[in-house]
């Protein structure tokens, strides 16, 4: 991933690669919108794995201003320098016609006379869906780290999971990853001749991963090129480490724990593949329950989150319309092939190529239902739900009878399909489950009032007004406190309104005695008070200000 001085410089680019280092199969465009310093990019991919092996090889460093040298780190990250090699003067300069160019165009929404509701979620859907020289800039974050580990670690890989693999990933996501110093196909050599190795720490695994992380964080902070922002949560349930990787402009985590993240990406691919409705219907909701304010940017989060979205459609598209396979018609079809067993002890045995399959997996195959229906019948379905007494299952596409003494029942319940013991939506408060119901509804009946040709309505109905984003902080009641701090207040009060209620009984003889003595106070204190702004706005004084919190 080259750094060009823009879109201009692809002549210069594909002329010095291919010359130095080998034939230039294609050159991707990559726009990093987050920062001028480093905003535009070519993603060069070669015809040979070997000339990528020699730009490593032979990729210079410069020198920083006050002469010292810089930090001299392999890196998947580079620079175009603007001095000409002789190599490049000689060689023939293709036309730009010639160049194997590839940008990436976004699709305007389509509104107006002649376009179906329909029609605008698939454009929506395009406009956010995740570009491929953005699929390419992720993967080359990866491989940043997996280089910095693999002289140590020769086998280390780090693999990409979440949005961005699953096929409901958008624009501007965060980037998740997993780093596996030794994968289980190395662990199942029997060589005789073993590796000398240090023991773990005392404390476990647990306690061995997070000084894995703690030493990986360091290394990223001080030695690769583009990561600022490098934080540790090494205490949370699944130690990662946070950092945003300025180049490329994403915000990325990196564990280190289980694998399971990977098959449940996996399980979402094949799902959204299953029909070509899926993923311009995941889309669409995503965007309407961001409107509605149903997603919130803080974390932790009482409300609903990306992923419990999708499962929700997931639920909707298999018990209503049957267009989705169960997790457990997918086990039954499952071989041996299938059957991966994860470092915390989730086994997963579902059905991976389902290529074979979609006709059968699918009702809707041959069906004409447009995006505004599923759209609209998602509303319904849920909107008509009986939230405290259902559990949406996607493992059997059932809706089964809530049970209040499951463990991580709350006011959703929506099963995780790899880990049954698990609740998607664990974190969901009632108050959000009750505006999701409401809001539901309402969106409902917008719909049932049009159809998908008419003309009337277009997606901003449903969405609202555009508001400027503001930096928004959770109210306390929202994350679960300040319920006994306003039981306190009101106790409190009570006892204000009973202490006053005795001491208005002499209100009027108190003011007729202390009538004089209370103008004068009056006085001394705007008199004080105005002494104080003069001195904290005097001229050679700075204003003081609060704080905004």
Avoid at 417 to 423: F, I, M, S, T
């Amino acid at each position: 991933m080259v750094q060009v001085k823009g879109p201009q410089s692809a002549t210069d680019l594909y002329s010095y690669c291919s010359t130095n280092f080998g034939s230039v199969k294609g050159m991707h465009f990559y726009k990093n919108h987050f920062t001028k310093a480093f905003s535009n990019f070519y993603i060069v991919e070669f015809q040979d794995e070997n000339s990528v092996s020699h730009v490593l090889e032979n990729g210079s460093h410069a020198e920083i201003d006050n002469g010292s040298q810089p930090v001299p780190v392999t890196s998947p990250f580079l620079w175009l320098s603007g001095a000409r090699s002789e190599t490049g003067k000689n060689s023939p300069v293709p036309s730009a016609l010639e160049l194997p160019l590839y940008n990436d165009t976004t699709e305007q929404l389509c509104k107006g006379s002649g376009c179906h509701i329909s029609d605008e979620i698939y454009k929506l859907w395009k406009s956010l869906e995740i570009s491929d020289a953005d699929i390419r800039s992720r993967f080359l974050v990866c491989r940043q780290i997996e280089l910095a580990v693999q002289g140590m670690f020769c086998h280390a890989s780090v693999l990409p999971f979440g949005s961005s693999v699953n096929g409901f990933g958008q624009i501007h996501g965060d980037q998740d990853m997993i780093l596996r110093l030794d994968p289980q196909t190395y662990q199942d050599r029997k060589s005789r001749l073993v590796f000398h190795s240090k023991s773990s720490v005392y404390g476990g695994d647990r306690a061995q991963i997070r000084r894995y992380c703690d030493q990986v964080s360091n290394m990223i902070q001080v030695f690769l090129p583009g990561c600022q922002d490098v934080q540790k949560i090494l205490y949370a349930r699944v130690p990662i480490i946070k950092y945003r990787q300025e180049l490329t402009g994403i915000d990325c985590d990196l564990s280190m724990t289980s694998t399971s993240g990977l098959y449940m990406s996996s399980l979402l691919h094949i799902w959204g593949g299953i029909d070509w409705r899926v993923r311009p219907l995941v889309a669409v909701i995503k965007k309407w329950a961001k409107s509605q304010k149903l997603v919130k940017d803080v974390r932790p989060t009482n409300y609903f989150t990306n992923f419990s979205l999708v499962m929700l459609v997931v639920f909707y598209l298999q018990q209503v319309h049957n267009m989705l396979p169960t997790v457990e018609k997918l086990e039954e079809l499952g071989t041996d092939k299938d059957v991966f067993t994860c470092e915390d002890g989730v086994s997963v045995r579902f059905l991976q190529d389902v290529s074979p399959h979609i006709q059968n997996f699918n009702a809707c195959f041959d069906t004409e239902i447009s995006l505004f229906c599923l759209m609209k019948g998602f509303f319904e379905f849920y909107g008509n739900a009986e939230f405290n007494a259902s559990c949406f299952n996607p493992i059997t596409g059932k809706t089964d009878a809530k049970n209040k003494q499951w463990p991580k029942s709350s006011a959703l319940d929506l099963i995780n399909p790899l880990e049954p013991d698990l609740n998607v939506s664990y974190n969901v408060s009632p108050p959000a489950v009750k505006l999701f119901k409401e809001r539901c509804l309402e969106s409902w009946r917008k719909c049932d009032r049009y159809s998908d040709h008419t003309d009337e309505m277009d997606l901003s109905d449903l969405f609202g007004k555009a508001k400027d984003s503001v930096l928004s902080m959770p109210r306390m009641l929202d994350v679960g406190l300040g319920r006994d701090m306003k039981r306190s207040a009101k106790s409190k009060s009570d006892k204000s309104r009973t202490k006053s209620s005795n001491v208005s009984l002499n209100v009027d003889k108190v003011n007729g005695e202390k009538k004089t003595s209370s103008d004068e106070s009056l006085h001394a204190e705007g008199r004080l008070k105005l002494e104080k702004e003069k001195f904290l706005r005097g001229p050679r004084e700075k204003p003081v200000f609060k704080q905004n919190l």
